[in-house]
T-cell receptor
């Protein structure tokens, strides 16, 4: 069974730009959650989606948004990028909510 | 609010020896899950072991076992017969029946030959 796929793996943007990251869950998994990992703040929860509905949202500004499609693929968008948005963004998928499953390899975002 | 605390930023162990990583958490919920994740330098987060709070029996996965003390809100990870491949960051995490994981700050484990 293929694992969680995240694209792109690496991204370099400049301040003020916007970025879209993609996450394809394991086949059959309906829940996707997103996390931001930085050396200073550690791992922080961004969003959780289940069957195209956002079920949970972390404490991030409105510049961070996400969505989930009918095939369970999920995207997250960050607008008006700031230097502090430089991080590893991890996506995890699970069969159902409450049973946290597999993580993807992450997207490394660098904001210059 | 729920919190997860890992008080050991770094630990080291010799190959074939046993090491225990500590984790404490705070919650007012009675039904929740606890996890240990491993993140090697390659960055991919790997689930090591999972414990349901309603189960009194400690979870075990091969060389990995936990000591779950619900009253003390403690959830330590024991790695037996340590191997070089066990070297990684280890994160303790909490979830209250959602996919929202609350992570600790991590413990970097070094394994020496």
């Amino acid at each position: 069974k293929a694992g969680v796929t995240q694209t792109p793996r690496y991204l370099i943007k400049t301040r003020g730009q916007q970025v879209t990251l993609s996450c394809s869950p394991i086949s059959g998994h309906r829940s996707v959650s997103w996390y931001q990992q930085t050396p200073g703040q550690g791992l922080q929860f961004l969003f959780e989606y289940f069957s195209e509905t956002q079920r949970n949202k972390g404490n991030f500004p409105g510049r961070f948004s996400g969505r989930q499609f009918s095939n369970s693929r999920s995207e997250m968008n960050v607008s008006t990028l700031e230097l502090g948005d430089s991080a590893l963004y991890l996506c995890a998928s699970s069969l159902d909510t409450g049973v946290v499953g597999r993580f993807g390899p992450g997207t490394r975002l660098t904001v210059l | 609010a729920q919190t997860v605390t890992q008080s050991q930023p770094e630990m080291s162990v010799q190959e074939a020896e046993t090491v225990t990583l500590s984790c404490t958490y705070d919650t007012s919920e009675s039904d929740y899950y606890l996890f240990w994740y491993k993140q090697p330098p390659s960055r991919q987060m790997i689930l090591v072991i999972r414990q349901e709070a309603y189960k009194q029996q400690n979870a075990t996965e091969n060389r990995f076992s936990v000591n779950f003390q619900k009253a003390a809100k403690s959830f330590s990870l024991k790695i037996s017969d340590s191997q070089l491949g066990d070297a990684a960051m280890y994160f303790c995490a909490y979830s209250s029946n959602t996919d929202k994981l609350i992570f600790g700050t991590g413990t970097r484990l070094q394994v020496f030959p």
